[in-house]
């Protein structure tokens, strides 16, 4: 079993700046890719981002490419979200996820945080 619990949400005015993460323990000493999903009300779970578990590939979605940006650190067993430039449309629960690639699709991944807010004001 891998825990993973994610700090670093908060309210933030649009075009301000956050950085998320994600720490993990129980089983890290596997191989476990990243990845950072966002569910905002009403609107299904998305893909943000994602790391593989070197660190040396990463994926990002469309809408966050440029402004966003994911890293690893394995000594700490944590995974950032580094949230730049951020609009309204940010808004959402942000999850960290585990999984064994650094896939877009949720069901890639086995083990999930409980989220953090990030909600950003216009």
């Known amino acids: 079993q891998v825990q993973l619990v994610e700090s670093g949400g908060g309210l933030v005015q649009a075009g301000g700046s956050l950085r998320l993460s994600c720490v993990a323990s129980?089983?890290?000493?596997?191989?476990?890719?990243m990845g950072w999903f966002r569910q905002a009300p009403g609107k299904e779970r998305e893909f943000v981002a994602a790391i593989s578990w070197s660190g040396g590939g990463t994926v990002y979605a469309d809408s966050v490419k440029g402004r966003f940006t994911i890293s690893r650190d394995g000594a700490k067993n944590t995974v950032y979200l580094q949230m730049n430039s951020l609009k309204p449309e940010d808004t959402a629960v942000y999850y960290c996820?585990?999984?064994?690639?650094?896939?877009?699709?949720?069901?890639?991944?086995?083990?999930w945080g409980q989220g953090t807010q990030v909600t950003v004001s216009s």
């Open positions: 129980g089983r890290t000493g596997i191989r476990y890719a």
């Open positions: 996820a585990a999984g064994s690639a650094p896939a877009q699709r949720d069901t890639e991944y086995s083990y």
